[in-house]
């Protein structure tokens, strides 16, 4: 399930959950457009990076939000 986009916080990263019957939900960063975090029922966070064409796009998981800030998967999108 994917949500509508929005500027990631840390505090709307930490409300993110995952509504009852799904496996996973996905929020994309309105500032960094190929950054997404995707939250799973087990209740681990990553970040990850998407890139390429609609149909052949590739998705890199950079690291779990916790030992991982946002600015720092920020800058890693960004490099």
């Known amino acids: 399930m994917t949500i509508k986009p929005k500027r990631l916080t840390k505090a709307v990263i930490d ?3 995952v509504p009852g019957g799904k496996d996973r939900v996905k929020i994309w960063d309105t500032l960094e ?3 997404n ?26 690291g779990r939000y916790g030992p991982l800030t946002l600015a720092e998967a920020r800058k890693k ?3």
């Open 33 to 35: 457009p190929c950054l």
């Open 15 to 17: 409300a993110l959950g």
């Open 37 to 62: 975090i995707t939250a799973y029922k087990s209740g681990v966070k990553s970040f990850c990076f998407t890139y390429g064409r609609k149909y052949h796009r590739r998705t890199i998981t950079i």
């Open 77 to 79: 999108a960004t490099a």
